[in-house]
């Protein structure tokens, strides 16, 4: 068993990395949330695949195991959605005891905990992620929400699970596009933190492709170190978290104004790519580094470029972000490969020619 530490102000809990969900109803007894109301929430995908086999290991430490399915993909990320959640909640007279379990993606994690974080003012949740994307990223860290009026996580809290139990397995059975979508996060953090992890993405590309046992298990770990590092620093987001948002503020925007077309992790790809070119125009990215990302991300199959989008309407959305300040867009901007800044100091014009650069007539 490989245990990797988060520790917050509000909330210190482990992430446990396994290759079955065996060791699930032991580490229920560990933290001390047997004997009590679980509820499995997945969408319908995951409901069908992994619900029965995460039910039966939670009747082994409680009676009550309750599940709620919802309809999947992101455009259920939305208060009606949640609305449902707690109509069955209540019904089923939850309380403050209750466990939620988000057994998902990141759509699935953000909303069963947003829902957790505000039900009763806050009942334990604990994150079951399955796909890539949510094994790397979202089911670390606390950021729960959903998505309002066409932006993106807008509604939300910052809220920590009890523990992360990642089943490697699970990916297995992930749709190639939706591990192609995860590796966007993965390579986000070679990018952002560290110009050794992206070399050994590089190194051992076919071997990730290929789903090779220990090292997309050595992926995951290095990837959940790198997030409980940050989130062990900075929680909420009050400096060095924003670092995490690298490619978001151009993804998110064209993720909304393509009314989810593309996936979020395919978005983010697009959006690093966007502000790699903009440090590059600044002199802060050379045109090889610049390269050596379009190729790994190419490598997975991640678009290096969309067309028939308005570049204006891309422009106009990135203002309903969550980081707006004053009016001023916040970037994360690299300085070559491994190292990233924050700033709102950033021209419309520059803005314009990145998101010229991926998206094209
Ligand atoms: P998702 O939850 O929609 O899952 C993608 C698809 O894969 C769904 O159709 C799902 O049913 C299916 N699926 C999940 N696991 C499967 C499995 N093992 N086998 C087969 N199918 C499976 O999407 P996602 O990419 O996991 O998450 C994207 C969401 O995460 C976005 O809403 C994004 O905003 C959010 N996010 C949140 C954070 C955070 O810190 N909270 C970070 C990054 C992204
Ligand atoms: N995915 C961004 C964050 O967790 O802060």
Do not use: W
């Amino acid at each position: 068993m490989k245990n990797i530490a988060v520790v917050t102000p509000t909330k210190q809990y482990p992430i446990l990395l396994e290759q079955s969900f065996d060791g699930l109803a032991n580490v229920i007894k560990e933290q001390k949330l047997s004997d009590r109301k679980m509820c499995i929430i997945a969408d319908k995908n995951v409901d069908k695949l992994y619900k029965e086999v995460v039910k039966k290991e939670l009747q082994t430490v409680t009676d009550e195991v309750y599940c709620y399915c919802f309809s999947a993909g992101e455009q259920h990320k939305n208060l009606e959605t949640i609305r449902n959640f707690y109509e069955f909640y209540q019904q089923n007279r939850f309380d403050r005891k209750t466990v939620i379990i988000a057994l998902g993606g990141g759509v699935c994690g953000d909303m069963a905990g947003f829902s957790a974080a505000t039900y009763l003012r806050g009942i334990p949740f604990v994150q079951i992620p399955t796909t890539l994307l949510a094994q790397v990223d979202s089911s670390v860290g606390g950021k729960t929400g959903v998505d309002f009026h066409g932006a993106k996580n807008n509604i939300g809290a910052f809220y920590q699970p009890e523990f992360v139990y990642i089943n490697t397995s699970t990916l297995k059975t992930l749709p190639k596009r939706e591990f192609s979508a995860g590796m966007a996060e993965v390579i986000k953090y070679g990018c952002i933190l560290s110009k050794d992890f992206f070399q050994y993405l590089q190194q051992q590309k076919q071997d990730i492709l290929s789903m090779q046992h220990d090292v997309l298990s050595e992926m995951i770990k290095q990837c959940c170190l790198l997030k409980a590092d940050v989130v062990s620093k900075d929680e909420k987001e009050s400096g060095l978290r924003e670092i995490l948002n690298f490619g978001h503020t151009i993804g998110h925007a064209i993720e909304t104004v393509l009314d989810f077309q593309l996936l979020h992790g395919e978005c983010v790809g697009l959006g690093m790519l966007a502000v790699l070119e903009l440090a590059r125009e600044r002199g802060q990215v050379t045109e090889q580094e610049l390269k050596k990302v379009q190729e790994l991300l190419a490598y997975f199959e991640l678009p290096l470029s969309i067309n028939q989008v308005s570049k204006e309407r891309i422009y106009q959305q990135m203002f309903l972000d969550k980081k707006v300040k004053q009016n001023k867009i916040r970037f994360v901007l690299p300085k070559g490969i491994g190292e990233v800044y924050t700033t709102s100091e950033v021209s419309e014009n520059e803005i314009m020619k990145a998101i010229d650069f991926v998206v094209k007539i």
